[in-house]
């Protein structure tokens, strides 16, 4: 069970990280069937905070919120009045007064959903929906997830299991966080990117480095893909999208080159032509579909165990 808020991937011990997902794939396997919706969490009031954009994180958490049949506010910064210039302190006491019992937040600032937590401005848990370039903790349990799924059903963790993390890691909050759950489940990650894109103190993480995505790609278990983050970068660290594409994107040649069983992921948006060809967002060997199938069973498990929802049934 965890409790309080998910600010980090850091938050989630071994074992809370494996119960997450152990109720993930019990909640997938009830909302699979006829029935989609549960009672759980009736009378809870879940408030979706975006202010970045999103498709995926934000459509999941409210389609979880509302399979356990609380109560979603979607707020989006564009149309309200943190265009006039509005505060997150009065932003977040507005939501209090409307009685959120949970706030899911995305913000360009690395530490706004810690900063949210940390302050007396809400009583409500406090869910990190991808803050700046720091962390996105439930993309990396839905990633967990979707690896676990198709290369460990069986196993406890993911002991072993070779991921390549490939591209903009200097920019990637979905990176950090995965570098933090995977390496906590048993998973050997190597980090591959230009120079330019690894952040400084990487040799300090837990994962190998290289620059040489051809040598690499035929030892894994896992390729995920990033995307270039275009929005955050104000100079130039390439020099030519082509030149990027050569080197370090993802094609039919590479494609070729992994191993019979391997999986090839991507949080999205992609950008397609760039860090991943359309045939290979497309292969056989993608998972990039399941990943966002997946967000909605992580999402409803973290929104289920943070506001204690009623038991799912006897098999819990
Ligand atoms: N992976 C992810 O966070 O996608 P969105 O930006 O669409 O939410």
Redesign the pocket.
């Known amino acids: 069970m965890i409790s309080g808020h998910l600010l980090s991937a850091a938050d989630l011990s071994k074992e809370q990280a494996l119960n997450l997902l152990a109720t993930a794939k019990e909640l997938a396997q009830i909302t699979d069937g006829p029935n989609k919706k549960l009672p759980t969490l009736r009378g809870k009031t879940i408030v979706n905070l975006f202010f970045e954009?999103?498709?995926?994180?934000?459509i999941s958490f409210e389609t979880a919120a509302k399979r356990l049949s609380a109560d979603v506010i979607n707020f989006s910064a564009k149309g309200s009045s943190v265009s006039k210039g509005e505060s997150l302190k009065d932003t977040a006491q507005t939501l209090q007064a409307m009685g959120a019992d949970a706030v899911v937040i995305r913000h360009g600032s690395s530490g706004a959903a810690k900063r949210l937590a940390d302050t007396q401005w809400i009583q409500a848990a406090v869910i990190n929906a991808?803050d700046g370039t720091h962390e996105?903790p439930t993309?990396a349990l839905l990633d967990a997830f979707t690896i676990k799924q198709h290369l460990r059903p069986g196993s406890k963790d993911l002991s072993g299991i070779k991921v390549l993390i490939v591209g903009d890691i200097l920019h990637s909050r979905?990176a950090r966080s995965n570098i933090l759950l995977l390496t906590k489940l048993g998973a050997e990650l190597t980090l591959v990117a230009p120079p330019t894109l690894l952040p400084v103190g990487v040799s300090d993480w837990p994962v190998k480095v290289s620059y040489d995505f051809d040598s690499e790609i035929s030892k894994c278990d896992v390729v995920m893909m990033l995307r270039i983050q275009l929005e955050r970068m104000a100079d130039s660290f390439f020099p030519s999208a082509q030149e990027y594409s050569r080197r370090y994107g993802l094609n039919s040649a590479r494609l070729s080159k992994l191993a019979k069983n391997a999986i090839v992921m991507h949080?999205?948006?992609m950008n397609r032509g760039l860090e991943i060809s359309a045939e290979s967002a497309d292969d056989l060997k993608s998972v990039i579909i399941d990943q966002v199938k997946n967000g909605v069973a992580v999402r409803m498990a973290v929104l289920y165990e943070l506001l204690g929802g009623a038991p799912l049934g006897d098999s819990k």
């Not at 954009?53 to 934000?58: E, H, L, Q, V």
């Open positions: 954009d999103s498709t995926r994180t934000r991808g996105h993309q979905v949080p999205g948006p």
